[in-house]
């Protein structure tokens, strides 16, 4: 195995993938520090985790005789902003001996918050708009339920 393939599990001293991973490490843990209040990257700044971000990060170059700049998009994140994909399954019912039925579903995609209080309902065109890698980053286009709680 290369001294590559071994930066991908983890960073070893003498790997050449330290000139990527450190400064990116550096650069990310900083912007933490400074974000507005409630707000959080969203993979936090642990090095092991740091490789998610090149597949999470949009960057735009930007070019003029002066010089090149770098436009990053960084997905941030706040607690009540993590939801749990969950795809909807419809199984047949038997209506008698001989019949059964199977609903067919407007929505595949039932997201649930992590305070288990709102929810999203998601067709599969809605999940085509996201992007898919190892964390699914989804447009806020799409109406969020709130479930009302009788106390």
């Known amino acids: 195995m290369s001294c590559l393939q071994l ?8 790997c050449p ?3 990527l991973i450190l400064p990116l490490y550096t650069e990310f843990y900083g912007l933490s520090l400074n974000l507005p ?4 990257l969203i993979v936090g700044t642990n090095l092991e985790d740091i490789h998610l971000y ?3 990060t949009k960057v ?7 010089g090149i700049k770098l436009v990053m998009s960084i997905p941030l994140k706040t607690a009540d902003q993590l939801f749990t994909l969950y795809k909807i399954v419809p199984l047949p019912s038997r209506i008698s001996q001989e019949t059964s039925v199977k609903y067919s579903l407007e929505y595949s995609y039932f ?7 709102d929810y999203l309902l998601l067709t599969e ?5 996201c992007s898919m890698g190892s964390i699914i980053i989804c447009p806020n286009n799409v109406a969020l339920y709130d479930v009302q709680v009788v106390t």
């Open 54 to 56: 090149y597949e999470l």
């Open 37 to 40: 209040e409630n707000y959080k």
């Open 60 to 66: 735009a170059v930007v070019g003029n005789v002066h």
């Open 7 to 14: 930066c991908s599990l983890s960073c070893k001293a003498d």
């Open 125 to 129: 065109a809605d999940l085509s708009h």
């Open 111 to 117: 997201v649930l918050a992590s305070s288990q209080r």
């Open 17 to 19: 993938c330290q000139l």
